[in-house]
């Protein structure tokens, strides 16, 4: 019973996980650049969610599923726009520019978003009264009961949904078949009549948008959000893409899977204070056998 | 070109005046630094030094000042991070300041001592409960709050003697006040013979304390000691009830503040803490309390007052042996009592307050009110 209950809080977590690392997997998968301040672009998403529907509450709609759609098409829409946004005004002028000069831009663009919802919404933590409560209790009572509540099976749902959803996207659709494309060479994809450009802005959005989706599911669980969320989200996000292998699509859902099921066993069966090196240690033994991560591909470089 | 020129001669000019001016206008002030968390995940506390001391030098100017001279309160934020702790005592050093007020987290008050105390700058930390804090034999360095290994006693005390609970979780989220203040009160309860049943530390930063949540689910506790701030415990106290966890919740002073019940929501119904007796109660703060009600429309609530005291101290200290000489000025406090909006403050040799302050509270319906019997 504890197992499950365990396994249960560790899906959850790596649900988040799994939803950020898509975009850092996506954008190092095109243009080779780890981008930093995708922990931002969350962070931003979560912020919009706790507005959108405290706003949703002053304009007298009390139904939290409305409320809870619009929050997250909202905060979807407005945080893909500042992906969009940031990859125009801070990725694109440096295209041809030497590898180290986006990351240092990416950096850059993290310091500048934390500092700017700093100022706008204040250093305060922002609170959200939980919205959707209760949940499931299986089990008997007297001894111990796993509880699942309703919003961790939201998370899982949408989670699981979304991946289905973006993997069905990438394989069928033009947009998909471009992705691909320019993933595996860029020149190549401009010369058959791809618009890499473009291409790459689909990219941010899409990234952009499955974090802020993340950031509503977190702010709605957690119901705490303050400017440097994104920090540790980042991290933990990018070693999670760096587990699956990092430019692959799967690898960062089982990479975020298993690093949210790492730490809640580690937590749980060894002690809460290490689960961290217990996540660091396992990405370092994957990184000693499998360089590239668990699904990561081994393009071969031609001399 | 003669463009640019004109523009550049006019610059040096600016630039000649700008440095001209500063000497010119400036009156003679003594300053005051605040330091704290004014931005970050703590910044409420931040606020609650701030906020008091704010007030404090307003009425201490309104009255005269400190010899004569008026006073300045210059900021110092240093988000609870000792590094930035260190960096921000530096520049204050750099700005001349006579003495500081602060630092929060304890974390940050013993790295920015160090720096104080090569300086010969009175330090008074009106939050900083680690015992380390005052055992340094730094003799320019006093506090007007309790001590972890008061405030530790005072809660296994109620644990073991009101409560009469058994079965002990102990939290802490690894940090120099929350682990110190758990640690304090580990031993506390194992000298009156309750062995904890879990003793974790937890990730400052974190948002899922889920599966720590489950362990103490299956240990299957009566009571959760948690030392640390009121964002964690916020969230764990939260994820507690969600995995329909009943055993009580306990912290001390890192939960001060209402911000704990917005993200906690009704979790943090009955959830109970250790801090001094209450300030804004002593008949001496009712003007002051008064003033932030009705002009600010804040609730001069947790540090707000003991910051106002200490506004209080260092003032009648400097004016009564009309110097501010840092040393000179400690001596006087150490054997001296003071008339504040807290009350009666005496300290001891070490600079600590003379008395524990500490009694426990229970929050309810959102705020806090001290268990009266």
């Known amino acids: 019973m504890y197992f499950l209950q365990q396994c249960i809080n560790g899906l959850t977590l790596g649900s988040i996980y799994a939803l950020i690392a898509i975009g850092y997997t996506m954008v190092y998968g095109i243009l080779g650049m780890i981008n930093f301040a995708h922990g931002e672009i969350y962070m931003i998403g979560a912020y919009l969610g706790i507005i959108v529907i405290g706003l949703a509450g002053v304009f007298g709609i009390t139904s939290t599923p409305v409320a809870l759609m619009l929050a997250i098409s909202l905060a979807v829409a407005i945080t893909s726009a500042y992906g969009w946004t940031m990859e125009k005004i801070a990725y694109h002028p440096l295209r041809n520019a030497p590898r180290l000069a986006p990351l240092i831009s990416a950096i850059g663009m993290s310091i500048f978003f934390q500092n700017f919802v700093q100022i706008g919404q204040g250093a305060k933590d922002l609170a959200l009264p939980p919205l959707i409560q209760g949940g499931f209790a299986i089990g008997d009572p007297a001894g111990f009961q796993i509880r699942f509540s309703h919003v961790q099976l939201l998370l899982i749902v949408v989670t699981v949904v979304v991946m289905a959803g973006l993997t069905l996207f990438i394989k069928g659709t033009k947009i998909g078949m471009a992705m691909r494309a320019t993933e595996q060479d860029r020149g190549m994809a401009a010369l058959l009549g791809i618009n890499p450009d473009r291409t790459i802005s689909q990219t941010f959005i899409i990234g952009s948008g499955l974090a802020a989706l993340a950031g509503v599911l977190v702010s709605l669980h957690y119901g705490l959000v303050n400017f440097s969320i994104g920090f540790l989200a980042g991290i933990k996000a990018f070693t999670a893409a760096v587990l699956g292998g990092i430019g692959s699509i799967p690898g960062a859902m089982l990479g975020g899977l298993l690093l949210g099921m790492i730490e809640a066993l580690a937590s749980a069966y060894f002690t809460t204070e290490y689960k961290d090196v217990f996540a660091f240690g396992i990405l370092a033994a994957v990184l000693i056998f499998k360089p590239n991560g668990l699904l990561g591909h081994n393009y071969v470089e031609k001399v | ?373």
């Open chain 2, 1 to 373: 070109m003669t463009i640019l020129k004109a523009l550049f001669n006019l610059f040096s000019v600016l630039l000649i005046i700008g440095f001209c001016q500063q000497p010119a206008i400036a009156k003679e002030v003594i300053k005051i630094a605040l330091a704290g968390p004014l931005t970050g995940s703590y910044a409420q506390f931040g606020a609650q030094l701030e906020k008091g001391a704010r007030l404090a030098v307003k009425h201490l100017n309104q009255k005269g000042g400190i010899m004569g001279k008026q006073v300045e309160l210059i900021p110092g934020d240093d988000a609870c991070d000792p590094k930035q702790a260190r960096a921000v005592a530096n520049n204050l050093v750099n700005q001349n300041v006579v003495a500081v007020i602060g630092h929060f987290c304890s974390s940050s008050t013993i790295p920015a001592s160090e720096v104080y105390a090569e300086e010969q700058i009175l330090q008074i930390t009106p939050a900083s409960t680690n015992p380390k804090v005052t055992e340094r034999n730094i003799n320019t360095l006093l506090r007007t709050c309790g001590r972890d290994d008061q405030q530790g006693a005072a809660a296994a005390e109620y644990i073991a003697r009101k409560l009469k609970a058994k079965r002990v979780a102990i939290i802490h989220d690894k940090t120099t006040y929350g682990q110190g203040l758990a640690d304090e009160a580990r031993k506390s309860l194992r000298s009156l013979g309750i062995q904890e049943a879990l003793y974790e530390g937890i990730s400052i930063g974190d948002k899922d304390y889920s599966a720590l949540v489950s362990k103490i689910k299956k240990a299957d506790v009566e009571l959760i000691y948690f030392g640390g701030l009121h964002a964690e415990a916020a969230l764990i106290v939260r994820q507690t009830r969600d995995q329909g966890v009943k055993a009580l919740f306990m912290s001390g002073d890192g939960i001060v503040d209402k911000a704990f019940a917005d993200v906690a929501g009704t979790a943090s119904e009955g959830v109970l803490m250790t801090f001094q007796a209450d300030p804004r109660k002593t008949p001496a703060a009712q003007e002051v309390v008064n003033e932030f009600k009705q002009k600010e429309q804040y609730d001069p609530e947790g540090y707000t007052l003991v910051s106002y005291a200490t506004v209080q101290v260092l003032a009648e200290t400097y004016n009564k042996i009309n110097s501010t000489n840092s040393i000179k000025a400690a001596q006087y406090m150490k054997s001296h009592v003071f008339d504040t909006v807290i009350g009666v403050i005496r300290f001891d040799a070490k600079g600590d307050l003379s008395t524990s302050p500490y009694v426990i509270y229970r929050w309810h319906n959102g705020t806090y009110a001290e268990i009266t019997n």
